[in-house]
């Protein structure tokens, strides 16, 4: 229910702050004769005798052999590598996505040295990859708070996507709460405590997505490119006006 109730917040909060195709015939030869006919004779004839024939011989024949045939042979084929790197900073991962790394030139502009995270960014095509660009959204203005943790960042490329995922790699530092406000929300404590929102057009307003954790590191999973930040809960519910009691006991 605590779950429930901080997810209702959120969203009212969120709502009130920010407001996918015959034959011829021959002619005739023959003339009609007249009365008087002449007798014929005919002369008188040996009866025709055959020139004997001498049997037909046959040319000996020798029996077919066939050419020896080469057994076949198929072309030998290389298994496909994974997480091979690519010269512009990108490397296959497995399920056919692409990363580009934090260290490639592309995002330069925002993993800088005072930046509280560093991010990397993969696609579902080499292409997308290949053409990643990043700078500061031009929503910023609009969605910027105390609660946003470094840069609010334009992601966009010159290819279809279906499938994003980013990867926000929080340094030590900022690991920890800032307040201790909430002590008894569990999803409001260290890294668990930061959610990434991004811009939603359609509805003129951020809306914050499901976002999961590996170590240090904020992940989330979108099916398109975009304005996205990084929020630090606590913070965000504090500047609200939230009380820890509406979170602990609300239903």
Known sequence: MMKKALCLVTAL???????????????????????????????????????????????????????PTEPETEASTEPET???AQGDGSEERPGRMWTVSAESPVLSSINTPDSPWKL???????????????????YANVMDSP??????????????????????????????????KYPDVAELQGISRLNVFTWVEELNMAL?????????????????????????????????????EELVTGE
């Open 147 to 180: 609660a946003v943790l470094g840069q609010i960042i334009e992601l966009s490329c010159g290819a279809d996507v279906e499938s994003v995922e980013l990867r926000f790699q929080v340094k030590e530092e900022h690991l920890a709460n800032s307040l201790g």
């Open 82 to 84: 994974e997480n091979a």
């Open 120 to 138: 990397s960014v993969a696609l579902d095509s080499k292409e997308a990859a290949e053409s990643l660009s990043v700078q500061r959204s031009g």
């Open 208 to 244: 914050p997505l499901e976002t999961t954790f590996d170590g240090n590191m904020v992940i989330c999973r979108a099916d398109r490119l975009g304005t996205y930040e990084l929020v630090d809960m606590e913070l965000w519910l504090a500047n609200m006006g939230i009380e820890p």
């Open 13 to 67: 909060a969120a709502a009130a702050l920010w407001g996918c195709t015959g034959d011829e015939k021959e002619p005739s030869s023959r003339e009609e004769s007249s009365a008087v006919t002449e007798e014929v004779t005919e002369a008188p004839t040996e009866p025709e005798t055959e020139a004997p024939t001498e049997p037909e011989t046959e040319a000996p024949t020798e029996p077919e052999t066939e050419a």
